[in-house]
């Protein structure tokens, strides 16, 4: 039962970042339970899964059939549950992204086993798994002891470091267990010229109210785009007023995001905003009220007219990042 | 259309959380609860559908303490039917364990739909709706954004990362529901006072093994104290030069 098993992620073929964290935060649990990772790869016939040997896993299982080219709910979660029984594992390992908070719960429930969700640290505690997570968006730290095996566990992205270099894994054939489908993916509408989701992105340029209007945020964007693939954030007074999508959102009601960097441009730091970035390696805050409570929280702040600051501020970061 | 909508009572966001006397909870002085902001767009989904079908009722079912009853009296007097409490005094980490009580209370209720909010404010567990859907045997849509129902048949807008992923199943179906599904309406005083006349059943809740405990509560741990780098445009090198040299982000 010392045993992990890594559920990675891909999408057209190509694994996902977070699949590297998965298999990171697999390794680290099972080095302390003295076991082995294999780490399941669920695609279409031909799926790539060379990168995960050296991201730490032990042995690699490929579950192929044509319907898992997109995320087949039924399908992925019964072949989850599959390989999870024939191996016998102590911990199964997710993303606690898009699809794993849909896929995770259905695992759960298949293999009987509760779920620790959005956990951002792993260890063991005389052989039980303590996966601990924040609640009240951050406001407290939650340690939960699993008391049965196998201890389902989905990881918060951008939170376990991708190991440098690994092991080199072996490829093996798993099942693909195809049911009935009673949820059908019918189509995914990709978002214009690859954009970062704010919840994964390595930087955040984040915008409040202090933008005056929806019109301007072109000042977000373009500040994102020096960073080179930095995601736009937005507050939740921004996102109630209409004037950026909800996916942007970071907060309680929103996203929590733990980037290496933060910029809160004209973002006051309401309590339920700070929970949500609290956790970002660097926050920077540009305001033009020094008494922000965002600045409790920043370890670089501008106080300032963000409208001369930002443009400004783009521009020094491209020549930095060309230099 | 028979609707039931799972809601939880949670504290307002705006509030500040300390950890208990006991270490194992949270201290709920002065903590003002609410109805937990994504199960708003869960109740007026219902509504809505109830609305359009012509007909229908909408069943509002919560699992909590007794004071879970005004969180169910706050969907009662938007427009829902009537309310089931499912009672627990606390309410277990282990989501599997609440799901199983929710699943056995909705098993032959008969409903054309389930609709959850897709994740609690308090403990972001973001697991019970599906679980629900998976324990009854139902077809799950999660952290539904869009939706159409056409006879039976369900269409489905998701958010995922960098995309939209469209999905379709067939009622009755559970969904789970995110934020730009619909704007919840506020309840006005005829429905505040209507919602007093109306029938909330109390029952025990039937919470399946408990298998995760807390082991600990912590505070998050602090960031260092800040600085302003400085006023303007004027401090912008500066500011590029720590973020290359010190936070080394560049």
């Given amino acids: 039962m010392a045993n992990v098993l890594a559920v990675t992620e891909q999408r057209a073929g190509a694994l996902r970042k977070v699949s590297l964290e998965v298999v990171a935060a697999a390794r680290l649990l099972a080095d302390q339970l003295g076991g082995t990772v294999d780490a399941l790869v669920i695609g279409a016939p031909g799926v790539s899964a060379a990168a995960l040997g050296a991201a730490g896993a032990d042995r690699v299982l490929s579950a192929e059939h044509a319907s898992f080219a997109s995320y087949a709910p039924d399908g992925y979660a019964a072949t989850v549950a599959a390989a999870a029984r024939s191996g016998g594992y102590g911990a199964v390992v997710l993303a606690a992204s898009a699809t794993g908070r849909d896929l995770a719960p259905r695992v759960a429930v298949l293999l009987d086993a509760p779920l620790a969700m959005d956990v951002t640290g792993l260890a063991t505690d005389g052989g039980a798994v303590v996966a601990t997570r924040p609640i009240y968006a951050g406001k407290v730290i939650e340690a939960l002891r699993f008391s049965s095996s196998p201890a389902l566990v989905a990881v918060r992205p951008n939170t376990f470091q991708p190991a440098a270099a690994g092991k080199a894994g072996t490829v093996a054939r798993t099942e693909a267990v195809v049911p009935a489908a009673r949820v059908t993916v019918l189509e995914v509408k990709e978002a214009q010229g690859g954009v970062v989701d704010v919840a994964e992105a390595d930087v955040v340029v984040s915008g409040g109210r202090g933008l005056k209007g929806p019109e301007h945020f072109a000042l977000i964007e373009d500040l994102a785009g020096a960073f080179g693939n930095a995601a736009v954030g937005a507050s939740r007074a921004v996102v109630d007023a209409g004037w950026r999508p909800h996916g942007e959102q970071v907060g309680q009601t929103g996203k929590t995001v733990s980037p290496s960097l933060y910029v809160a441009v004209g973002i006051s730091g309401a309590i339920q905003h700070l929970a949500g970035m609290r956790t970002a390696k660097t926050i920077v805050a540009i305001n033009k009220d020094k008494d922000a409570p965002i600045f409790k929280v920043a370890d670089y702040g501008i106080v300032g007219d963000l409208f001369e600051i930002v443009p400004k501020l783009a521009e020094e970061i491209r020549k930095a990042r060309a230099g | ?250």
């Fill in chain 2, 1 to 250: 259309m028979k609707i039931a909508v799972c809601v939880k009572r949670v504290p307002d966001t705006e509030s500040r959380i300390r950890i208990g006397a006991g270490g194992a909870g949270i201290d709920e002085a002065g903590v003002k609860f609410i109805l937990n902001p994504y199960d708003e767009y869960a109740v007026e989904e219902a509504l809505q559908r109830r609305e359009k079908a012509g007909a229908g009722e909408v069943i509002v079912v919560a699992l909590g303490p007794d004071a879970a009853q005004e969180t169910i009296r706050v969907a009662l007097a938007m427009g829902a039917d009537r309310g089931v409490l499912l009672k627990a005094d606390a309410i277990p980490p282990d989501g599997l364990a609440v799901a199983k009580a929710l699943a056995a209370e909705l098993r032959d209720g008969g409903y054309d739909l389930v609709l959850f909010g897709k994740l609690a404010v308090d403990d972001y567990n973001h697991q019970v709706g599906v679980m629900v859907a998976e324990l009854l045997g139902l077809p799950c849509i999660s952290s539904v954004a869009k939706l159409a129902i056409e006879g039976g048949a369900v269409t489905a807008e998701r958010e995922i990362e960098g995309g939209i992923e469209v999905s379709a199943c067939a009622l009755p179906a559970v969904l789970t529901c995110d934020k730009s599904l619909n704007t919840p309406r506020y309840p006005a005083l005829k429905g505040i006072m209507a919602a007093k006349k109306k029938p909330i059943e109390v029952k025990p809740a039937q919470l399946g093994a408990v298998r995760l405990q807390v082991a600990a509560l912590t505070p998050p741990a602090e960031r260092k104290e800040g600085r302003i780098v400085g006023e303007g445009v004027a401090a912008v090198p500066e500011l590029v030069r720590l973020l290359r040299t010190e936070a080394k982000v560049l």
